[in-house]
């Protein structure tokens, strides 16, 4: 069975950073692209970044380049999204999805319960 | 950037059909994935690749994508697909995912 489990929210200052974690299990983690997504309160799903299944290529959305930064672990089936210069507009439940191949340009198949980050003064 | 533009809500009686639609520059270029998503739980893709549906969705979901407009059309809706609906592609120009605003699916 597919398990994907993040980890890692919670309150943040703006100006702060924080990493996220996402354990993966039930599948071959190292041949699958993966991918991070938040829901902003109040606003719709937003595609936040994705990164192939070796971990060489990685993709960022406009409003999180260059603060954002994926990547994998693929010895410990773990899946990390490091956030700097937080800003409130980043409060979001973050999810992390498994794509269905292994470049991060397909669709996700298996989605996380998401975890929660606020930031707030 | 690319831009998927979606109605807000869709509003129907049990058992009729609701159609969603998502609006992009020739989108019938690209594939379209739709995802389905209820308060409280996780995203669940129901369409995939423009027409395709992952095992255990009913086969009251289905999908159409031509010219500028995908469609997502649940026939005989019920109270239990009441949902917000997503449309996604990945816009290979720029190398970036992409979602639609989101259709909030209210059955009366």
């Known amino acids: 069975e597919v398990q994907l489990l993040e980890s890692g929210g919670g309150v943040v200052q703006p100006g702060g950073s924080l990493r996220l974690s996402c354990a993966a299990s039930g599948f071959t983690f190292n041949t699958y692209a993966m991918t991070w997504v938040r829901r902003a309160p109040g606003k719709g799903l937003e595609w936040v970044s994705s990164?192939?299944?070796?971990?060489?290529?990685?993709y960022y959305a406009d409003s999180v380049k260059g603060r954002f930064t994926i990547s994998r672990d693929n010895s410990k089936n773990t899946l990390y999204l490091q956030i700097n210069s937080l800003r409130v507009e980043d409060t979001a439940v973050y999810y992390c999805?498994?794509?269905?191949?292994?470049?991060?340009?397909?669709?996700?198949?298996?989605w996380g319960q998401g975890t929660l980050l606020t930031v707030s003064p | 950037s690319y831009v998927l533009t979606q109605p807000p809500s869709v509003s129907l009686a049990p058992g009729k059909t609701a159609r969603i639609t998502c609006g992009g520059d020739?989108?019938?270029?690209?594939?379209v994935h739709w995802c389905q998503q209820k308060p409280g739980q996780a995203p669940v893709v129901v369409i995939y690749y423009d027409t395709d549906r992952p095992s255990g969705i009913p086969e009251r979901f289905s999908g159409s994508n031509s010219g500028n407009t995908a469609t997502l059309t649940i026939s005989r809706v019920e109270v239990g697909d009441e949902a917000d609906y997503y449309c996604q592609v990945w816009d290979s120009s720029s190398d970036q995912g992409v979602f639609g605003g989101g259709t909030t699916l209210t059955v009366l």
């Open positions: 020739n989108i019938g270029s690209k594939s």
């Open positions: 999805a498994k794509d269905v191949g292994p470049y991060g340009s397909n669709w996700c198949d298996y």
């Open positions: 990164i192939s299944d070796s971990g060489d290529r990685t």
